[in-house]
């Protein structure tokens, strides 16, 4: 069960549907009933949502605290555990805990709070509920936000520092926090994402069959027929190979996590249906298009230094606007006619591809340089 609002019985309901199912952890913390990792220190509750993107930073900012705090203790909550993170992720960092987080209503909190008894909260993506932010103030806990947008109850947080991930939320924030208290844009995940990839994936899969690589991202269920209609109708199928990603994919489509370092036929379309294969794509292919992009993939990509396209409409949860903007296109014909123009034009390509790696690098120094910041804040609590 996945029910984490306000309503005791809801959520009383969805607790005792996960205790007849044998998840007693995710029962136990949706009522308050959190364990803290270690015996004695001060602790830093780190609350996340959903996204995969913001357990993922909040993962990466336990790790720098552990290094700079030897006797605090965080606690790192979300409603929906991620697989890929947990536990790999957190190996080696000290002093953590994590697990299912309570839900809003006010009494779970209160419990949370209780057993907690946090030095500070800090809320990742996200901002306490109404409920919480109300008890954090009248037990004078200063909270933190980070990559978040301000939400109902943000107003009556006692915020110590909000920081958020785009110029969109900095503005949004504007109304509600002065500085020092709210900061300038920033996303630490750029300092995670994995800069330098032996580019070797290319000869790997392709070999000296074909020259062309192609990687379209967040695809939707309705979108796959559509995307292996126009790519078997194009003349880029006789040059190398598709990759496509997203939800819904057909079962016959091989996946890239079965790859035996085998080289494939020019013209087969591959499944990316592991994170783990971004670094290498990003490196490798000489185009992207991305349909939809978690910012972990937007990152990614600028750093692999690729030229891109984007499905109209697209919003980017970025700190700054990069420079260059990529062409927009709705069809995969109007997508693949653009790849074809990009191969013809090497240089401008080029140009392009390192425009993005450039923004990359930028936003990444200035992540490191706020992160010495934050954990100064953090060593002076």
Same mark, same amino acid.
């Given at each position: 069960? %996945?029910? =984490?609002?306000?309503?005791?019985?809801?959520?009383?309901?969805? %607790?005792?549907? !996960?205790?007849?199912?044998?998840?007693?952890?995710?029962?136990?913390?949706?009522?308050?009933?959190?364990?803290?990792?270690? !015996?004695?220190? /001060?602790?830093?509750?780190?609350?996340?949502?959903?996204?995969? !993107?913001?357990?993922?930073?909040?993962?990466?900012?336990?790790?720098?605290?552990?290094?700079?705090?030897?006797? *605090?203790?965080?606690?790192?909550?979300?409603?929906?555990?991620? /697989?890929?993170?947990?536990?790999?992720?957190? @190996?080696?960092?000290?002093?953590?805990? =994590?697990? +299912?987080?309570? $839900?809003?209503?006010?009494?779970?909190?209160?419990?949370?709070?209780?057993?907690?008894?946090?030095?500070? =909260?800090?809320?990742?993506?996200?901002?306490?509920?109404?409920?919480?932010?109300?008890?954090?103030?009248?037990?004078?806990?200063?909270?933190? @936000?980070?990559?978040?947008?301000?939400?109902?109850?943000?107003?009556?947080?006692?915020?110590?520092?909000?920081?958020?991930?785009?110029?969109?939320?900095?503005?949004?924030?504007?109304?509600? $926090? !002065?500085?020092?208290? #709210?900061?300038?844009?920033?996303? +630490?995940?750029?300092?995670?994402?994995?800069?330098?990839?032996?580019?070797?994936?290319?000869?790997?899969? *392709?070999?000296?069959?074909?020259?062309?690589? +192609?990687?379209?991202?967040?695809?939707?269920?309705?979108?796959?027929?559509?995307?292996?209609?126009?790519?078997?109708?194009?003349?880029?199928?006789?040059?190398?190979?598709?990759?496509?990603?997203?939800?819904?994919?057909? @079962?016959?489509?091989?996946?890239?996590?079965?790859?035996?370092?085998?080289?494939?036929?020019?013209?087969?379309?591959?499944?990316?249906?592991?994170?783990?294969?971004? /670094?290498?794509?990003?490196?490798? $292919?000489?185009?992207?298009?991305?349909? @939809?992009?978690?910012?972990?993939?937007?990152?990614?990509?600028?750093?692999?230094?690729?030229?891109?396209?984007?499905?109209?409409?697209?919003?980017?949860? #970025?700190?700054?606007?990069?420079?260059?903007?990529?062409?927009? &296109?709705?069809?995969?014909?109007?997508?693949?006619?653009?790849?074809?123009?990009?191969?013809?034009?090497?240089?401008?390509?080029?140009?392009?591809?390192?425009? =993005?790696?450039?923004?990359?690098?930028?936003?990444?120094?200035?992540?490191?340089?706020?992160?010495?910041? +934050?954990?100064?804040?953090?060593?002076? &609590?």
């Amino acid at each position: 069960m %996945s029910y =984490y609002g306000s309503n005791a019985w809801r959520a009383r309901w969805a %607790s005792w549907q !996960d205790a007849r199912a044998g998840r007693l952890a995710q029962a136990n913390a949706r009522l308050g009933g959190l364990k803290l990792p270690g !015996d004695r220190g /001060p602790v830093l509750w780190l609350q996340g949502a959903e996204r995969s !993107d913001d357990l993922r930073l909040g993962v990466e900012l336990c790790r720098a605290i552990s290094e700079k705090r030897r006797d *605090l203790r965080m606690i790192l909550t979300f409603e929906q555990e991620d /697989p890929a993170l947990f536990p790999e992720a957190t @190996a080696g960092i000290e002093r953590l805990g =994590y697990g +299912f987080g309570p $839900c809003a209503h006010p009494r779970a909190l209160s419990t949370t709070l209780e057993r907690l008894r946090p030095l500070r =909260y800090l809320g990742l993506g996200r901002n306490p509920s109404p409920a919480l932010a109300g008890l954090l103030r009248e037990r004078k806990i200063p909270a933190l @936000a980070v990559a978040a947008a301000p939400s109902k109850g943000a107003e009556n947080t006692p915020w110590e520092a909000v920081l958020p991930r785009s110029q969109a939320q900095y503005r949004s924030w504007q109304a509600l $926090c !002065d500085r020092p208290v #709210l900061q300038e844009p920033v996303d +630490f995940l750029t300092l995670v994402t994995v800069a330098q990839v032996d580019p070797n994936f290319r000869n790997l899969i *392709l070999g000296s069959q074909g020259d062309a690589l +192609f990687w379209v991202t967040g695809l939707q269920a309705g979108d796959w027929s559509e995307w292996l209609a126009a790519w078997q109708a194009s003349p880029l199928r006789v040059r190398g190979l598709l990759f496509l990603e997203g939800a819904g994919a057909p @079962a016959s489509l091989p996946r890239l996590s079965r790859w035996q370092r085998d080289l494939q036929p020019v013209g087969t379309v591959l499944q990316v249906d592991e994170a783990r294969w971004y /670094p290498a794509l990003a490196a490798a $292919c000489d185009a992207v298009h991305l349909r @939809a992009a978690s910012t972990t993939q937007i990152w990614q990509i600028f750093a692999g230094g690729r030229p891109l396209s984007r499905y109209p409409g697209q919003s980017w949860d #970025l700190p700054d606007t990069p420079a260059t903007l990529p062409v927009e &296109w709705a069809t995969p014909q109007e997508v693949l006619q653009h790849w074809q123009r990009i191969l013809a034009d090497p240089i401008a390509a080029r140009e392009e591809a390192d425009a =993005y790696r450039r923004f990359f690098w930028q936003q990444r120094r200035l992540a490191g340089e706020r992160l010495a910041e +934050f954990l100064q804040r953090v060593f002076d &609590w």
